[in-house]
T-cell receptor
Framework: DVKVTQSSRYLVKRTGEKVFLECVQD?????MFWYRQDPGLGLRLIYF???????EKGDIPEGYSVSREKKERFSLILESASTNQTSMYLC?????????????FGSGTQLSVL | AQSVSQHNHHVILSEAASLELGCNYS??????LFWYVQYPGQHLQLLLK??????LVKGIKGFEAEFIKSKFSFNLRKPSVQWSDTAEYFC????????????FGTGTRLKVLA
């Protein structure tokens, strides 16, 4: 089974801190994604990457950056955390295999910014 | 702009009732369509998907969805729900032209009463 592992299940940070959220997948997938999930707003795409060192902005990239130095790892960075970034962050990966295409999700990181 | 609309935010049903959750999308070009489910305390997982061919697709646990191209809709149905179907359901769309970007709806929380 594909595994998408997010480094932390819960994180509490202070306003202004730099925050790193790590995600690792073990199935050699080309595509990786970061979403945030908020009640009533569903999943909103922050950034995605379709190859090593490649990144594309999603719908809400402001206040975030990403890094993909290795194929299996996709990091989300909050340069200076703010309270409105308190959310559940979901990492996902997928392959480019046509009819088999689907997203595999991690368990999520619940980030609280105080 | 690309978007996915889910009309029902909260649905409460009794066991054995029939379910239909609405999903409409706005996305240029040919699309792939998905329904994902998140059971309480679990990560998101694929319920079913449509890529091409028969517009009526069947998924896991007795769910099905119908793609109506003229209405830009992909509604999810189940003839008889069970208590174990209590979950949050998300409709999603991706482009077939290789941008690898998935857009999700805001989700529908389904509660099934035993």
């Amino acid at each position: 089974d594909v595994k998408v592992t997010q480094s932390s299940r819960y994180l509490v940070k202070r306003t202004g801190e730099k925050v790193f959220l790590e995600c690792v997948q073990d199935m050699d997938h080309e595509n990786m994604f970061w979403y945030r999930q908020d009640p009533g707003l569903g999943l909103r795409l922050i950034y995605f990457s379709y190859d090593v060192k490649m990144k594309e902005k999603g719908d809400i990239p402001e206040g975030y950056s990403v890094s993909r130095e290795k194929k299996e790892r996709f990091s989300l960075i909050l340069e200076s955390a703010s309270t409105n970034q308190t959310s559940m962050y979901l990492c996902a990966s997928s392959s480019r295999t046509g009819e088999n295409e689907k997203l595999f999700f991690g368990s999520g990181t619940q980030l609280s910014v105080l | 702009a690309q978007s996915v609309s889910q009309h029902n935010h909260h649905v409460i049903l009794s066991e054995a009732a029939s379910l239909e959750l609405g999903c409409n999308y706005s996305y240029g070009g040919t699309v792939n369509l998905f329904w994902y489910v998140q059971y309480p305390g679990q990560h998101l997982q694929l319920l079913l998907k449509y890529f091409s061919g028969d517009p009526l697709v069947k998924g896991i646990k007795g769910f099905e969805a119908e793609f109506i191209k003229s209405k830009f809709s992909f509604n999810l149905r189940k003839p008889s729900v069970q208590w174990s179907d209590t979950a949050e359901y998300f409709c999603a769309v991706s482009s077939t032209s290789g941008t690898y970007k998935y857009i999700f709806g805001t989700g529908t929380r389904l509660k099934v009463l035993a």
